[in-house]
Nanobody, 121 residues
Framework: QVQLVESGGGLVQPGGSLRLSCAAS????????MGWYRQAPGKQRELVAT???????KYADSVKDRFTVSRDNAKKSVYLQMNSLKPEDTAVYYC???????????????WGQGTQVTVSS
């Protein structure tokens, strides 16, 4: 089994910061692209940021210059540093990772359970 466990969500005032963490565990051979998605009430899940094994990153336009995605391959973890938070950043944030479980299988997407981020005064 593979699990992605997120932490770091919470309530923060506009302009504040939060750091999300996500650690993968279980039977894992390789982890490829990792990233974060979010889903606000009544909206579809959307990409926030991704990072490849080599460190190449991609961001949604709405979070560029405010959020930073990083990873620690040795710890099988991905992080999201969120600065200058806005009320419109309020959502459930989900960790995602493309993981290969055995040397003979293909990789597939895995998701965390989600962590709530609320930006409000």
């Amino acid at each position: 089994q593979v699990q992605l466990v997120e932490s770091g969500g919470g309530l923060v005032q506009p302009g504040g910061s939060l750091r999300l963490s996500c650690a993968a565990s279980g039977s894992i051979v390789s982890i490829y692209t990792m990233g974060w998605y979010r889903q606000a009430p009544g909206k579809q899940r959307e990409l926030v940021a991704t990072i490849t094994t080599g460190g190449s990153t991609k961001y949604a336009d709405s979070v560029k210059d405010r959020f930073t995605v990083s990873r620690d391959n040795a710890k099988k973890s991905v992080y999201l540093q969120m600065n200058s938070l806005k009320p419109e950043d309020t959502a459930v944030y989900y960790c995602n990772a493309d993981i290969r479980r055995t040397v003979v299988s293909s990789s597939r997407d895995y998701w965390g359970q989600g962590t709530q981020v609320t930006v409000s005064s």
